[in-house]
């Protein structure tokens, strides 16, 4: 009887460790973005210290980026040979990384990246229903599905899918394609702008169409 007793508890101890190790292997993991082209000299800067970023290095959470005046960076999150999200920065441009994560578990991976632009401009690509960019600029913020651009001053451009932009006063408009808001009037505006650039011989933005999404119309300064 104690034999019994002492297997049935190792049984159900291996029982736990496998439904815990299932459990971590399920829930996202920590990301990080490759350099797949830069022009000039880009910095990246961290606790360690300062170094002058190279093609094929990485990035992560925590790492601040900054370009020079006539400087810029591409940076994709891979899985296998595939680009799942994009970033580019341009010019005189500083960017703090926060919490980056992909989770594998489902039938396409799925990306949830966070920062914040300091000075200058970015824009990305996180084309994948259920993936996104949460980014903060400006005093504003912006949850993105699709492609995108966006200025320190907290200006964003939607170029497909969608962007929810809550400002510093708590004001939301959501953004489908062709649509800005204008952080200058508070205010969404239609734009015209051709979609973002890359480096010179990188990989360019995640090829994947964002999803279809049917909004009448956008919601004005003065909502919710």
Known sequence: M?????????????????????????????ATFTATGTTGTVSVKNASGTKTLKKRDTVSAGD???????????????????????????????????????????PVPIVKVSA?????????????????????????????????????????????GTVSVTTSTGKSFTLVAGQSYDSSVAAVLPHS??????????SGPATTPPPTVQVVSPTQPGGN
Not at 5 to 25: K, T, V
Not at 85 to 106: I, K, N, Q, Y
Not at 193 to 202: F, I, M
């Open 64 to 106: 601040s980026i900054v370009t020079g005046s006539s400087d810029a960076a591409d940076f994709a999150i891979l899985s296998g040979d595939k680009t799942i999200a994009f970033l580019h920065l341009d010019d005189s441009t500083s960017l703090s990384l926060g919490e980056t994560t992909v989770d594998t578990a489902g």
């Open 2 to 30: 104690k034999t019994s007793g002492w297997i049935g508890r190792m049984g159900l101890a291996m029982a736990a460790a496998m439904l815990a190790s299932s459990l971590a292997w399920a829930a996202p993991q920590p």
């Open 193 to 202: 702008l051709p979609p973002p650039t890359t480096v010179a011989g990188s």
């Open 116 to 160: 914040k632009v300091d000075s200058g401009s970015i824009s990305g690509n996180a084309p994948v229903s259920g993936s996104s960019f949460v980014v903060e600029a400006g005093g504003s913020k912006a949850e993105v599905n699709g492609t995108f651009s966006a200025k320190a001053d907290g200006t964003v451009y939607c170029f497909s």
